[in-house]
């Protein structure tokens, strides 16, 4: 199945500071997904970004697809922020096809 | 606010009960999803329902049942479970269960704590 990597896995950041998040993954997608979990559980989407570039506030993302990666860059952080980020993809073909594979994520931390 | 709601949000069970944790949403999706999270994991899927048929498992042991008792309801029925199925719980849905892939949503899931 499908690979999806994270990196960095741990991210420490003084609030207003800006970062960038990677995911690299081995297969073509159909799907690629950007999640933020806070701190009582709950997975909220951020993107759905197979292709191209998106912005939301400030957010946005990345994906190359032709070279099977994806940014997520966070501009101005606030501690609101923290959290773990998640990356899923779902491959074009192949097994795990029809489904999301999540990264291992990465845990970032705003400090005041 | 997430569309897709879970409860109860925190359950402690032994292991000798039977509980069951429910999850609704009301966006007109037909594919609804149970993955299951530990600490400091990403989640991992269990179960899939695409048009309220079974049609993932994803090997999960027996102790686990679900159930999708119409388009907006997904159940996971809980009997016998061990203290390492203790974990946070995640419904998600999504329009159609596609090669073409669709976003997903999660809910706010369900704590799930064995004694």
């Known amino acids: 199945g499908i690979q999806v990597e994270q990196s960095p896995p741990d991210l420490i950041l003084q609030e207003g500071a800006n970062s960038t998040l990677r995911c690299n993954f081995s297969d073509s997608v159909n799907n690629l997904q950007w999640f933020h979990q806070n701190p009582w559980g709950q997975l909220i989407n951020l993107f759905y970004?197979?292709?191209g570039t998106k912005q939301n506030g400030r957010l946005s993302a990345t994906t190359v697809a032709t070279e099977r990666y994806s940014l997520l860059y966070i501009s101005s952080s606030q501690t609101t922020d923290s959290g773990v980020y998640f990356c899923a993809a779902q491959p074009y073909s192949g097994a795990g096809s029809y489904q999301l594979t999540f990264g291992k994520g990465t845990k970032l931390s705003v400090i005041p | 606010d997430t569309e897709v709601t879970q409860t109860p949000k925190h359950l402690v069970m032994g292991m000798t009960n039977k509980k069951s944790l429910k999850c609704e949403q009301h966006m007109g999706h037909r594919a609804m999803y149970w993955y299951k999270q530990k600490a400091k994991k990403p989640p991992e899927l269990m179960f899939v329902y695409s048009y309220e048929k079974l049609s993932i498992n994803e090997s999960v042991p027996s102790r686990f049942s679900p159930e999708c008792p119409n388009s907006s309801l997904l159940n996971l029925h809980l009997h016998a479970l061990q203290p390492e199925d203790s974990a946070l719980y995640l419904c998600?849905?999504?329009?159609?269960?596609?090669?073409?892939?669709?976003?997903?949503?999660f809910g706010e899931g369900s704590w799930l704590t064995v004694v």
């Open positions: 998600a849905s999504s329009q159609e269960r596609t090669r073409m892939g669709n976003t997903i949503y």
């Open positions: 970004i197979p292709s």
